[in-house]
Antibody, heavy 121, light 107 residues
Framework: EVQLVESGGGLIQPGGSLRLSCAASGFLASSYHMTWLRQAPGRGLEWVSVIYSGGTTYYADFVKGRFTISRDNSKNTVYLQMNSLRAEDTAIYYC???????????????WGQGTLVTVSS | DIQMTQSPSTLSASVGDRVTITCRASQSINSWLAWYQQKPGKAPRLLIHKASSLQSGVSPSFSGSASGTEFTLTITSLQPDDFATYYCQQYKTYPWTFGQGTKVEIK
């Protein structure tokens, strides 16, 4: 059974850092593109970052230079290192899988349950 | 960035109704559009990808269509479990972007 489990969220002061983890099971995360998305309380969905199976990364402008996505294939885990956190980064952070086929991609077919990050003094 | 505009923002409907949600992209995204369903306190669930391809395990009462930069999600007969918020999302170009959501409420 495919599962994604996020962890690492919590309350952090503005300017602080957190590292989120997304532990995958039931499939080899190294064979898929993996993404992070977020949802501020009562708001819509925002894509944050993606890491390709080959290691290429892309970021939304609002996190570029502050957040870093990475993966540890030996642990089947994807990370999101978040630095210089701001109040507007407060959100539930989800990881999700992207399937790639010759005929096209299937975005976000599996999601984790999310982890809440609250940035407040 | 590609802007995704959904309408309506809220939709009141009854069980058994046919429901249509529209999503318009600010530029061409070909068919690289997905639809998601989200219930309160839960992660979103993929319903449709590539504009009209039904995700495995999703009820065939859901369907998607495209005409240029306008995309439509249709629920042919609304069931109690379908009351939720629906989002469209383009994945043609980074940053991948979502519509603002459509909340389907009980009339």
């Amino acid at each position: 059974e495919v599962q994604l489990v996020e962890s690492g969220g919590g309350l952090i002061q503005p300017g602080g850092s957190l590292r989120l983890s997304c532990a995958a099971s039931g499939f080899l995360a190294s064979s898929y593109h993996m993404t992070w998305l977020r949802q501020a309380p009562g708001r819509g969905l925002e894509w944050v970052s993606v890491i390709y199976s080959g290691g290429t990364t892309y970021y939304a402008d609002f996190v570029k230079g502050r957040f870093t996505i990475s993966r540890d294939n030996s642990k089947n885990t994807v990370y999101l290192q978040m630095n210089s956190l701001r109040a507007e980064d407060t959100a539930i952070y989800y990881c999700a899988r992207v399937v790639t086929h010759d005929s096209g991609w299937i975005p976000f077919d599996y999601w984790g349950q999310g982890t809440l990050v609250t940035v407040s003094s | 960035d590609i802007q995704m505009t959904q309408s309506p923002s809220t939709l009141s409907a009854s069980v058994g109704d046919r429901v249509t949600i529209t999503c318009r992209a600010s530029q061409s995204i070909n068919s690289w559009l997905a639809w998601y369903q989200q219930k309160p306190g839960k992660a979103p669930r993929l319903l449709i990808h590539k504009a009209s391809s039904l995700q495995s395990g999703v009820s065939p009462s859901f369907s998607g269509s495209a005409s240029g930069t306008e995309f439509t999600l249709t629920i042919t007969s609304l069931q109690p479990d379908d009351f939720a918020t629906y989002y469209c999302q383009q994945y043609k170009t980074y940053p991948w972007t979502f519509g603002q959501g459509t909340k389907v409420e009980i009339k």
